[in-house]
């Protein structure tokens, strides 16, 4: 008998550990910091032309995803979208992570190549549309979109470059639908098991 009431005692210990457990961390609402996932899309222009992100190099996958490029990245080979894992990212720490360098009158490439403030030519920042002079401390945030411009464009041509950047950064926040056949890399990426890509640390 004694042991059938410590077997009963133990179970609703277990039991209520379980409900405990369960309520602290699987109730959890998407954007709590254990679930913080943004996107941001982005282009850079330098001299009229659209520098090309769809490289490997700077791309994350479960091996590179570490230091740098732990909370803040890109993958599945989309040179236009950076991803979130933690609020306060600003786009200064993106670049650190790309090993480039961007500041109010110079953006330098990870091979060194610097484009700085010179002979008319001026680099420009655009955040939704807006210019702004944050540069390196422009805080991240879900939707944004991102223009860098360096060179001699007028205005109209700014406004070309602003409307090339992708819109596909509330697709994969899930606040808009996506358009017949996209295709959603990133589920695919979580699919084949790259699950830590997709998901904070």
Known sequence: MKNLVFLI???VILAIGAAAIYFTYGTQKPGTPAEFHEHVNFAVYLNGAIYSFNQSKYMT?????VGKKQFVHMHDMDGGLIHLHEPGITIGRFFDSLD???NSTCFVLDN??????SNGNTLKMFVNGVQ??????????????VLISY???SSQALQIQMN???NDACIYSNKCPAPAGFVNNESLTCQVGKASICSAK
């Open 61 to 65: 996958n479960e091996s590179t995803e």
């Open 151 to 153: 060179g001699n464009d």
């Open 132 to 145: 702004s002079s944050d540069f390196d401390s422009l805080q991240l945030h879900d939707l944004d979109k």
């Open 100 to 102: 480039m360098k961007l």
């Open 9 to 11: 005692g133990v179970i």
């Open 112 to 117: 060194g190549t610097s484009y700085c403030n």
């Open 164 to 166: 090339s950047i992708q």
